[in-house]
């Protein structure tokens, strides 16, 4: 399972842009890139997959880079509740269940 | 969207007791179930893979015996943990996936304090 590096925490300002990068060097051809959100006593909560280029969904983009080594998750104008830990993970989904490896996560704090 | 329960949501137990948490798919089948803890401001750290049917995969270090799962049913995984001591305190949380799928979805997590 390939090991991702992402900022400890965040601050931002309500109605701002959020990009949270995550550094995943050493991801296979097979892995996919996934996103999740936590509140506090809370399970994780999917945002949003992707595999390259870019993914758009209601909540936030996914930049992906064609070398895939590193993954950008874009919140638009982030509002107090968005305040969250955001963890990205790498897997190959192919098919079944796969076991989720997940890192320190990013804790982002958004204040008035 | 698909949606998985824990029950209880929170337990308080004494130290020496045991205590089962279920967790349950509520509107799909989940032949692979997963179980997380996470401590305060920690990740979530994967402690098994419950298979139904099947016996359950656990991860280094965690100790199978003390750490019971069950996996009876497509919608239905159990953990007990057995002679519970204070440093089992943790938030519990699983995860169900459908069958076929790929996507993981999280139960809203079981907070276990042993006294």
């Known amino acids: 399972l390939a090991k991702t590096t992402q900022p400890i925490s965040m601050d931002s300002y309500e109605g701002q842009e959020v990009n949270i990068t995550c550094s995943h060097n050493?991801?296979?051809?097979?892995?996919?890139i996934t996103w999740y959100q936590q509140f506090p006593s809370q399970g994780p909560r999917f945002i949003i997959q992707?595999?390259?280029t870019k993914v758009t969904n209601e909540v936030a983009s996914l930049f992906i880079p064609a070398d895939r080594k590193s993954s950008t998750l874009s919140l638009p104008r982030v509002s107090l509740s968005d305040t969250a830990v955001y963890y990205c993970?790498?897997?190959?989904?192919?098919?079944?269940?796969?076991?989720?490896?997940f890192g320190t996560g990013t804790r982002l704090q958004v204040t008035l | 969207g698909a949606v998985v329960s824990q029950h209880p949501s929170r337990v308080i137990c004494k130290s020496g007791t045991s205590v089962k948490i279920e967790c349950r798919s509520l509107d799909f089948q989940a032949t692979t179930m997963f179980w997380y803890r996470q401590f305060p401001k920690q990740s979530l750290m994967l402690m098994a893979t419950?298979?139904?049917?099947?016996?359950?995969?656990?991860e280094q270090g965690v100790e199978k015996d003390k750490f019971l799962i069950n996996h009876a049913s497509l919608t239905l995984s159990t953990l007990t943990v057995t002679s519970a001591h204070p440093e089992d305190s943790s938030f519990y949380i699983c995860?169900?996936?459908?069958?076929?799928?790929?996507?993981?979805?999280f139960g809203p997590g079981t907070r276990l304090t042993v006294t």
């Open positions: 050493n991801i296979a051809t097979n892995d996919y």
């Open positions: 419950s298979n139904e049917g099947s016996k359950a995969t656990y």
């Open positions: 992707g595999y390259k």
């Open positions: 995860s169900a996936s459908d069958v076929g799928g790929d996507e993981q979805y």
């Open positions: 993970l790498v897997g190959d989904t192919g098919g079944t269940a796969s076991k989720l490896t």
